[in-house]
């Protein structure tokens, strides 16, 4: 209905407000202090609440029963694994089924991934790439008849997540659900592409920090060494400088009379220094 557009529309740009308002100032710190970067991670937390309303508006355009958004891992396998983020409506059991999806999982998450594509199964009982398989067994228990799925593509078009509907029914979305759904998708995207921006900011933060606490740490360590090496020269000198101060005023007392002016004064200068280096 056109209340229900209105109302997903309208949810999409508050989203999109509130993905801007704190990226430009969280990347301009990036290169500056890592401190200033982790004051204003706590602020950005309201992430998990966007992916909360992002499933919200996702039930709401496509008149769906349930919705899932996912996290691609590419470390994880040669396609990598989705990892759920969060969801509307499976059961405890079904989102611990769905936990993490690889390309050969048997669902239409593990298709849309392996084919790097939208994915939509109007029928799971008819489906080829689940008929017989644990997957279809899943979707039976969840009460799952049909979905779509949604691969989230990063702006340079990496691939880094998915956003899915489903239904109890099976059903087919209309070409107008769909294309308000990739603005909502484009949305979904920039949040997790935004998540990872914040992760590598926050691990820059810490191997500064750290490089930092190991840089401070060897210089105190190298004082420690100047230190006592100051001191053993200072120790190892006091016995020659004193044994120099002691023969200068023997020299002055005993025969001082007998040398002449400069050399009472070369030996005067002799036990000015060994005084001065022995204090």
């Not at 508050?14 to 301009?28: F, K, M, N, V």
């Not at 509307?88 to 079904?94: D, L, P, T, V």
């Not at 050969?104 to 008929?131: H, Q």
């Not at 740490?217 to 060494?225: G, K, R, S, V, Y």
Request: proline share 4%; net charge negative.
């Amino acid at each position: 209905s056109d209340a229900v557009r209105d109302d997903a529309a309208a949810n999409i740009s508050s989203i999109r407000r509130d993905l801007d308002a704190t990226l430009p100032q969280l990347l301009a710190t990036a290169d500056g202090a890592p401190a200033s970067v982790t004051q204003m991670l706590p602020a950005y937390r309201n992430i998990e609440a966007l992916y909360e309303r992002i499933m919200d508006t996702a039930v709401g355009i496509m008149r769906s029963d349930f919705a899932s958004m996912q996290r691609l891992y590419p470390e994880r396998g040669p396609k990598g694994e989705l990892r759920l983020l969060g969801h509307r409506g499976f059961s405890a059991a079904a989102a611990a089924t769905w936990e993490w999806v690889s390309a050969d999982s048997n669902c239409i998450c593990g298709e849309a991934l392996r084919t790097g594509g939208r994915v939509i199964v109007p029928d799971f009982e008819t489906c080829p790439f689940v008929a017989g398989t644990p997957g279809q067994a899943a979707y039976r228990a969840a009460g799952i008849r049909s979905a779509k799925s949604t691969l989230l593509r990063s702006r340079s078009g990496k691939v880094i997540g998915m956003i899915s509907t489903h239904w109890g029914r099976v059903h087919e979305p209309s070409e107008s659900e769909l294309r308000l759904f990739d603005v909502l998708a484009r949305q979904a995207a920039d949040l997790i592409e935004r998540r990872q921006t914040e992760e590598v900011l926050r691990e820059h933060a810490a191997r500064t920090e750290l490089a930092v606490a190991e840089r401070t740490a060897q210089l105190q360590e190298m004082n420690q060494q100047l230190e006592s090496f100051v001191y053993s020269i200072a120790h190892d000198l006091r016995g020659p400088l004193r044994s120099m101060q002691g023969f200068s005023e023997v020299l002055l007392e005993e025969v001082g009379d007998k040398l002449s002016d400069e050399a009472q004064d070369y030996a005067r200068r002799i036990k000015r220094s060994a005084v001065f280096m022995d204090a």
